[in-house]
């Protein structure tokens, strides 16, 4: 090969590549100036998980320019510095540690579980007020007070369902869940003990590995015991699938889910048929069909902006800002601490846990946890529509 | 940070032919006062504010990386295999250390705020730990490695790739058999204390560069580099290769075990998705890149790559592109990686100074052949005839 270069050659010119990057990434620093209020937003928004990601991202990028738009928080602009952590706990942790160098006051982030964790345990020392738009485990919000979530957690979707299940008089449900998924395990297990507490009785609980496309095995032993409902708590993709193949197999009953459900129908590609869906129930905080003004106001804002239909994702992304820029506005206006300082992000933590937001996703506040207290929509399907089918309040 | 671990000892070279060398305990003097004062730098740099925490945490990560990287070029560059399980054994040393130091911490009263402040017991639990979780790697290791040694080539890339799969399923389902809760499942273990900092990161570095080293220059080492060169040759001149690719096999598991184990304390979750193929691949990346072999070459590549897409976060959406294309454009140009199998020597490159630039070879050519003497030397042995020409393998003592 010809091609081949020698060593030294190589690295000289890789050194003055190097040395090029370097100068370059150095340039990129500017200063902020202490009319703006510097917010992080953290997501993955490269990688498997970037659809989340970039969900949230829109939802919250929305709520900041219509902030600005508005003249900003107490005249200042809100100034967003945005970076990827491509669904990674080692990415999410330096990208943490950049957003705190680069001075920012509060972060709306991150977007999957295990990356938050990773943040919540990094983000107690300096006691930084962050608002997840979108991680349900509940592991968290219970490293320190400075971490709140604005979506429902994975046990609380297990119990609401539980209840849902016992309300509805169904006497036996399977459940099939995705035993590689710490979303779809937490609501699964959740439901399980629930159920048992309401006297509903589990037939038979099938867990199947990540990746798995076929799932007749599991849904056979499921159908075997005769349900009155399956509890499916999966991502849709997966959720399509068994419902299809579960139809196949002759079941008849009612499928349940959990708020992975949303995008099943309405996105670019049809998971399941409508008639497959008919009459299933799934929980969520929020649905483009809902009727809420509030809701049909962000719809189009959201339209208008980006050309496109906004998901759960956007929407708590969305109520994730708005959580942490109320709060920032409380603070600025009391004027009493100095931007920046502890006594600052003490103050905005103190106004997210005692203050409320009117979200599109319902009503949000707290009651001494960084769980919110939120009404929850079920949600079924009508001649391949979505409906609200009616609103759990808040406990 | 770390070259100056290197020492390439060219051990026949007499001093009456008149080459100036310097002797074993200077050279090991040399390579401490280095590391030393590479250390004590950092440090300050760290305390003095210089260096944010922002890139202490990439420096941590580049350190657990540079670990990660020699110690899987044990197993490709000086052993030939090619293992693609490498992530696996990271995992169960990240988790085993993990969960010892978790466990333990209430038993020998030491609390989270205790690393940071760096109690004696502490820094106990922490050296423990990290054997505890090099050990279990090890074990790991072992178990895979006495059946898997026996195939080679394509079959053992694939049958590591299997066990490693299987490490990760068991971390994922391993609660539900035991009936507690030990891996945390699918969701990971979470709240691990931050005991990984720069000071010990850079210590365990050091050691551990040492120790392969050391190993690598050894008498098993050179058995264990023969085998690379020639598997029946070894077999035939005495060497016992199960035995010794099952050495550097397990010897590559520790201190992947070890690396897990400050990557555990420097993240604070382990979740076993994250240990999947692409994590060994990611490794197995850094180790080609540099060359395969070259000490030298691992540290750069693991360094490189992991400053890599963080420097490149100013151009966010490109910055995967950027990697990809640095790797092909590396593998386009230097297909034999960025080195080679050039190894780095301070002391060398002192004695060149002290002999005004000229080679050993440049004195005595007997010298080179007093040095074949030993069987395992001999294929790297023959010096190239002209020194320093455009061929890619330079006529260093690399042996």
């Known amino acids: 090969m010809n091609t081949n270069i020698s060593r030294r050659n190589f690295v000289k010119a890789g050194a003055v590549a190097g040395m090029g990057l370097g100068l370059a990434a150095c340039g990129g620093n500017s200063g902020s100036s202490s009319d703006t209020i510097k917010v992080g937003l953290m997501g993955p928004y490269t990688g498997d998980v970037a659809q989340y990601g970039l ?128 979303y779809e395990q937490g609501v699964a297990d959740a439901f399980t003990e629930e159920a048992g507490k309401k006297g509903v009785n589990v037939s038979d609980s099938e867990g199947y590995p990540s990746g798995a496309t076929d799932f007749n095995s599991q849904l056979t032993n499921i159908i075997a015991t005769k349900p009155d409902a399956i509890f499916s708590p999966n991502y849709y993709q997966d959720d399509g699938k068994i419902v299809t193949q579960a139809r196949k197999l002759g079941y008849t009953g009612v499928f349940l889910g959990a708020d992975g459900w949303s995008n099943i129908v309405g996105g670019d590609e049809e998971y399941a048929s409508a008639e497959d869906l008919e009459g299933c129930y799934y929980d969520c905080s929020f649905v483009a069909e809902n009727e809420d003004e509030k809701v049909q106001d962000f719809i189009k804002a959201y339209k208008d902006e980006y050309n496109d239909t906004p998901s759960n994702f956007c929407a708590l992304g969305y109520d994730a800002a708005m959580i942490l820029l109320n709060a920032i506005e409380t603070v600025e206006k009391d004027g009493k601490a100095a931007y920046g300082s502890d006594d600052y992000k003490q103050a905005v933590v103190d106004a997210i846990a005692s203050g409320t937001a009117q979200g599109v996703t319902g009503d949000i506040s707290y009651s001494g946890t960084g769980d919110p207290v939120k009404s929850t929509l079920i949600i079924t399907f009508k001649d391949g529509a979505q409906e609200v089918f009616k609103t759990v309040e808040g406990e | 940070m770390t070259a100056s671990k290197t020492s390439t000892a060219p051990t026949g070279a007499p001093a009456a032919s008149g080459y100036r060398s310097l002797s074993m305990p200077v050279r090991y003097l040399i390579n401490a006062v280095l590391v030393v004062v590479f250390l004590v730098v950092g440090e300050l740099m760290i305390d003095g504010g210089v260096v944010s925490r922002y890139q202490t945490g990439v420096i941590e990560q580049i350190g657990i990386y540079i670990i990660l990287a020699v110690s899987l070029n044990i197993a490709t560059g000086y052993l030939g295999q090619l293992p693609l399980g490498h992530a696996g054994f990271m995992s169960v040393g990240g988790y085993s250390c993990a969960i010892f130091i978790m466990r333990m911490m209430d038993t020998m009263g030491v609390t989270a705020r205790d690393f940071a402040t760096g109690t004696p017991a502490a820094a106990l639990l922490f050296v423990l730990g990290i054997i505890f979780g090099g050990v279990c790697a090890a074990l790991c290791g072992l178990i895979i490695g006495v059946p898997a040694l026996r195939l080679k080539g394509d079959y053992l890339a694939i049958i590591t790739l299997g066990f490693a799969e299987i490490i990760r399923v068991v971390m994922q389902n391993i609660d539900g058999v035991l009936g507690f809760t030990l891996t945390g499942g699918a969701k990971g273990l979470t709240g691990i204390p931050g005991y990984t900092n720069f000071l010990n990161t850079f210590i365990v570095v050091a050691i551990s560069l040492f120790l392969i080293h050391t190993m690598m220059k050894s008498r098993h080492g050179r058995a264990v580099l023969s085998i690379r060169d020639n598997e029946i040759a070894a077999e035939s001149c005495g060497v016992n290769t199960t035995y010794y690719k099952t050495l550097a096999f397990v010897a590559s598991a520790f201190f992947a075990g070890v690396a897990g184990g400050l990557y555990a304390g420097c993240i604070g979750v382990m979740a076993p998705a994250k240990f999947g193929f692409m994590k060994s691949i990611e490794i197995l990346v850094m180790v080609v890149l540099g060359g395969m072999g070259s000490m030298l070459g691992s540290v750069i590549s693991a360094t490189v790559l992991t400053i890599l897409p963080e420097a490149l976060r100013a151009v966010s959406d490109y910055r995967m592109v950027v990697y990809a294309i640095v790797l092909i454009l590396v593998m386009i140009f230097r297909p034999e990686g960025l080195l080679g199998d050039y190894d780095f020597s301070m002391s060398r490159v002192i004695e060149r100074i002290m002999n005004h630039g000229k080679r050993p070879e440049d004195f005595a050519p007997v010298a080179a052949v007093a040095e074949a003497a030993t069987p395992a030397a001999a294929s790297v042995a023959v010096p190239a005839a002209a020194p320093g020409k455009e061929t890619g393998k330079e006529a260093n003592d690399h042996e």
């Not at chain 1, 939802?59 to 602009?77: F, T």
């Not at chain 1, 669904?87 to 999957?112: R, S």
């Not at chain 1, 579980?113 to 968290?140: F, G, L, R």
């Open chain 1, 55 to 182: 969900a949230c991202r829109y939802g919250a990028e929305l709520y900041v320019k219509q902030v600005n738009d508005k003249g900003g928080i107490n005249g200042k602009q809100v100034e967003l510095d945005t970076q990827d952590e491509k669904g990674d706990a080692t990415e999410a942790v330096n990208v943490y540690n950049k957003l705190v160098e680069d001075g920012v006051v509060g972060i709306i982030g991150d977007v999957t579980s295990t990356p938050t964790i990773a943040v919540a345990q990094a983000s107690v020392k300096d006691n930084m007020p962050c608002v997840t738009p979108s991680a349900t485990a509940a592991d968290v919000i219970s490293y320190g007070n400075n971490y709140f979530r604005a979506c429902i957690t994975d046990p609380y979707q297990g119990r609401l369902m539980a209840d849902f299940v016992a309300d509805q008089g169904y006497k036996t449900v399977g459940v099939i869940y995705n035993q590689g998924g710490d």
